[in-house]
């Protein structure tokens, strides 16, 4: 019966000896669940529909909950919705338990800030130096999953944390993937992370050992005057290389020179690239 006709059958029955209970509503209690990747609304743009979709595919293909407890959690704007979705699992009742006993390894300050704000809990690779499994973006991915990475300037740390993890997965819109080579697409060069009293003598190396076409240290424009510094004090310098035919071997030798901190040629190191497409769709690369 509805609440209405209880008050009806109330009023009807006045002066005989009814007793009329009202219904008791409860409301009913919702229980937050992880979002469904089809149910999502649309972002306001087609590129960060891309990147949510390939971050969130990629957490659900690849965490496991139950197992893993330390993760590794990138930089840039795509591995944003990664640690969205870490935290979109610490709220569900089902992985709550699991999920608030991670511990959250960043690749930079902004990485840190991610973990923090999503509730997850932030730990220092130094106590947690096995990672189970890291996401990060790419600035550009090749036909057999090397990367260039560093266009947010994170790349040391980002290659630390990467290399620790038993598995290492990479999310970016798909406009990062290169039809065959590196430095099809990303044509700002190549981001090595160099100790600052080294920048002019690693620059010449670069410049006349290495053939590049040009080497920029990496300014902070209008957001900083002068060259930027990265998380851990050292500079960037940008090299131009053009297409990489074996990025292993121009790793190899740019990591020899002394002052080279680390260089943004991430080699046999993804397990997984997760390219999102503007429609939503999502595709998925492994070695
Ligand atoms: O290497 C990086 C930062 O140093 C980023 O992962 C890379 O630049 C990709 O960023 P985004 O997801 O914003 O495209």
Same mark, same amino acid.
């Given at each position: ?100 006993? *991670? ?131 050292? *500079?960037?310098?940008?090299?131009? *290389? ?46």
């Amino acid at each position: 019966m509805v609440h209405r006709e209880y008050h009806k059958l109330a009023s009807l029955c006045k002066g005989v000896r009814y007793t009329v209970r009202q219904p008791v509503f409860r409301p009913r209690r919702m229980c937050y669940s992880v979002p469904k990747i089809e149910e999502l609304a649309p972002l306001g743009s087609v590129i960060e529909n891309a990147k949510r979709a390939a971050a969130y595919r990629a957490v659900d293909e690849n965490l496991d909950v139950f197992s893993h407890k330390v993760i590794g959690v990138g930089s840039g704007s795509t591995v944003v919705y990664v640690a969205e979705r870490l935290g979109q699992y610490l709220k569900d009742a089902r992985f709550k338990d699991y999920v608030s006993k *991670f511990t959250c390894i960043a690749t930079g300050f902004q990485s840190q800030q991610l973990i923090i704000d999503n509730g997850l809990n932030y730990g220092v690779i130094e106590q947690n130096p096995n990672i189970d499994i890291a996401f990060d973006g790419a600035d550009e991915v090749d036909h057999q999953l090397q990367l260039i990475k560093g266009g947010g300037a994170c790349l040391f740390q980002e290659k630390l944390v990467s290399t620790s993890a038993e598995k290492f997965i990479v999310v970016a819109d798909s406009s990062k993937r290169s039809p065959k080579l590196l430095g099809v697409n990303w044509r700002q060069g190549v981001p090595i992370e160099v100790a600052p009293p080294a920048y002019v003598k690693v620059k010449n190396e670069l410049l006349s050992q290495l053939n590049a076409a040009s080497v920029v240290l990496r300014q902070g424009g209008k957001a900083k005057a002068g060259p930027i510094v990265t998380d851990n004090n050292n *500079f960037i310098l940008d090299a131009d *290389f053009g297409q990489i035919e074996n990025p292993k071997e121009l790793h190899d030798k740019i990591k020899a020179m002394v002052g080279v901190v680390e260089t943004g040629l991430f080699i046999d190191n993804a397990a997984k690239v997760y390219f999102g497409n503007s429609d939503g769709t999502v595709e998925v690369m492994v070695k």
